[in-house]
Every structure is written in C-alpha cells, then in structure tokens.
C-alpha cells in the first residue's frame, strides 16, 4: 500500500514498452516524471472573495459555486454512434472553484500551487466515461489497443489521436466535440469538492471509486465500475490517464486568467490528468498534473470528450 506521503513516481515522458497483464503485486517500471513547478501566487480579479483567514485550510474546505441558472439543456445525452454503440453525456453547469492543492495536501506536487479561483463561464457535455473502444473504432474505423474489449478504455492513444477523434466526431453529428481543458477537467472531477478527492480526503475510498495500482491487477478495466462523482462522472480517478487541451506550463497558474483558462499559448508537452491503473492513489488526486509529448502513447493512455452546449 502506497502511504499518503510517499507518492509514487510515474513517467508520462517517455514512450512505453507495454507490459502484458498480470498479478503481480510488485509495482510496474517507472514511465516517466510528474513533474513540479515552483508555486506561485496569482492575483485574483476584484470580484473573487479571500479564501478566509485559515489559509489553505479554509480553501480546502470550500465547495465549488455552479451557477443558478435552469439548465436550458438535457442533463444527460446519448449519441447514436452506430451499430448500437451509444457515446453518453452529462451536462456539467457553469460555476467557479478553488483549482490547484493547499500545501499541506498529502503527495502534493509544487506545481499545483498557488490554488486560486477559476470561473467556468459556460456550460458543457462530458463524456460520462472515458471514450471506449467500441466507441473510439465506430468513430475512426481503428482500434490501437494494447488491451482488448469492447467497454474497456480505448488506450495507446496519442494527444492527436485523440484530437482528431474529436474532429471526426465533430464533422459526422454536425457539433462541437473536443478534449476538456485542464481547467474544464478539474472542475468536472472534483465534482463540487476542494479537498484531495472528488469524494473527500481518504485514500482508504480511492478502491470505491477508481482504479490504481493498488488494486487494477496491471490493466485497465470496464469503464463506468466504480462510483460517480457528485457530477455523475465515472473513472476521473485512475483506469487510464486522460488528455487535456493544453499545453503544460509549470509555472502557468502563477499568470493563468482567472476566467476560462486555455492553459500556456505554446509547450512541449500537453497535459494528462486523472492518474491510471499504473499510479499510486496519490496520482489520482483531483489536482495532479501529468504530461507528455503530444505524439506518446501507451496503455495506460486514453482521453473523455465535451460537447459545447448550445446556450
């Protein structure tokens, strides 16, 4: 068992020799560096509020705001992909959160920091699991897999793979499919919640909602297992990393907008969130930050879909 404060290492730079399933309780070979940036403090617009005197503490226990405004769209979709495969939906509302992890949080990485306040301006579709591969091949014909079936994840996917997944997709509904942002993940992860875990601060519950090293037997699993978030997403915990739209920035949330952040305007790497079934439960943490090249794959790769909504 990985303890809170000894967080495990995992490499999201490097290409990977995948490794075939086993039952071995020993942990699989490094894939990379998370890497920290130094933290940094952002200034907050005039309209944003003080965390509160107690300090990280305070903003750890603050809840995400969404907004008041009646949805004007269906708080679930299911698109027909074809040959009865079915991509589900769930509409997340706009709102404002605390993104990043007060220093005290256990596998804290420095890049994380400063938290400070985001607004989410519009409201948007996520995928409610990650893409499968049933749905990724009615999509795009292929199938890259390194682990196989129909309701798993869809893995050894590179970042453009997974862009040009969404152009596809785009172009046949006649709507706007893309990956989240780093901003939109975190938001619809943490699920109305400040603290390590969209479910709280036990790493003892991670096994309830998400698959990690701990307990994943070296592969990744059937998406939509484990317990939602209040969001009623499934899998932002662990099961296989997810792309997001940026560019990495170490130092970014030190200069990010506070409104709709669209991450650095150019990088090396774009970022990875969620954590897989390779991590250690500190990986998995709402706020961790991976990242790799665009081109790497690997099977502990895969990426989740927003829809823009129309209002």
Same mark, same amino acid.
């Given at each position: 068992?990985?303890?809170?404060?000894?967080?495990?290492?995992?490499?999201?730079?490097?290409?990977?020799?995948?490794?075939?399933?086993?039952?071995?309780?020993? *942990?699989?070979?490094?894939?990379?560096?998370?890497? =920290?940036?130094?933290?940094?403090?952002?200034?907050?617009?005039?309209?944003?509020?003080?965390?509160?005197?107690?300090?990280?503490? *305070?903003?750890?226990?603050?809840?995400?705001?969404?907004? *008041?405004?009646?949805?004007?769209?269906?708080?679930?979709?299911?698109?027909?992909?074809? $040959?009865?495969?079915?991509?589900?939906?769930?509409? !997340?509302?706009?709102?404002?959160?605390?993104?990043?992890?007060?220093?005290?949080?256990?596998?804290?990485?420095?890049?994380? $920091?400063?938290?400070?306040?985001? #607004? !989410? =301006?519009?409201?948007?579709?996520?995928?409610?699991?990650?893409?499968?591969?049933?749905?990724?091949?009615?999509?795009?014909?292929?199938?890259?897999?390194?682990?196989?079936?129909?309701?798993?994840?869809?893995?050894?996917?590179?970042?453009?793979?997974?862009?040009?997944?969404?152009?596809?997709?785009?172009?046949?509904?006649?709507?706007?499919?893309?990956?989240?942002?780093?901003?939109? #993940?975190?938001?619809?992860?943490?699920?109305?919640?400040?603290?390590?875990?969209?479910?709280? &601060?036990?790493?003892?519950?991670?096994?309830? @909602?998400?698959? @990690?090293?701990?307990?994943?037997?070296?592969?990744?699993?059937?998406?939509?297992?484990?317990?939602?978030?209040?969001?009623? &997403? @499934?899998?932002?915990?662990?099961?296989?990393?997810?792309?997001?739209?940026?560019?990495?920035?170490?130092?970014?949330?030190?200069?990010?907008?506070?409104?709709?952040?669209?991450?650095?305007?150019?990088?090396? @790497?774009?970022?990875?969130?969620?954590?897989? #079934?390779?991590?250690?439960?500190?990986?998995?943490?709402?706020?961790?930050?991976?990242?790799?090249?665009?081109?790497? %794959?690997?099977?502990?790769?895969?990426? %989740?879909?927003? &829809?823009?909504?129309?209002?």
């Amino acid at each position: 068992m990985i303890e809170p404060d000894e967080p495990e290492s995992v490499d999201l730079t490097a290409p990977e020799e995948a490794a075939e399933p086993n039952e071995s309780s020993e *942990a699989p070979e490094s894939e990379g560096d998370v890497n =920290s940036g130094d933290r940094a403090e952002v200034e907050k617009p005039a309209a944003s509020q003080a965390a509160g005197s107690g300090g990280d503490a *305070a903003i750890a226990e603050t809840r995400v705001e969404t907004g *008041a405004k009646p949805s004007a769209g269906p708080a679930e979709m299911a698109v027909d992909l074809g $040959g009865g495969v079915k991509l589900e939906l769930v509409r !997340i509302a706009a709102g404002q959160f605390f993104m990043g992890s007060p220093a005290g949080e256990p596998g804290r990485e420095v890049d994380e $920091g400063a938290m400070h306040r985001v #607004w !989410i =301006s519009k409201p948007f579709y996520m995928g409610k699991f990650e893409v499968t591969q049933a749905q990724y091949e009615a999509v795009t014909g292929e199938r890259p897999s390194h682990f196989d079936g129909n309701d798993l994840p869809v893995d050894s996917v590179s970042w453009d793979d997974a862009v040009r997944f969404c152009e596809s997709l785009s172009q046949k509904e006649g709507r706007r499919y893309r990956l989240p942002t780093e901003a939109e #993940w975190e938001y619809a992860c943490r699920g109305g919640s400040s603290l390590a875990f969209s479910f709280g &601060l036990s790493y003892s519950q991670l096994s309830e @909602h998400g698959w @990690h090293f701990d307990i994943s037997q070296n592969k990744s699993h059937v998406v939509g297992q484990k317990k939602s978030n209040a969001f009623g &997403l @499934h899998d932002m915990h662990g099961n296989v990393w997810e792309w997001c739209a940026d560019w990495y920035g170490k130092d970014y949330y030190g200069s990010s907008q506070a409104v709709d952040p669209e991450g650095p305007a150019s990088g090396e @790497h774009r970022i990875l969130r969620g954590g897989s #079934w390779q991590c250690g439960p500190a990986l998995c943490r709402s706020a961790l930050r991976g990242w790799g090249p665009p081109a790497n %794959r690997g099977s502990h790769v895969g990426f %989740r879909v927003v &829809l823009e909504a129309q209002d």
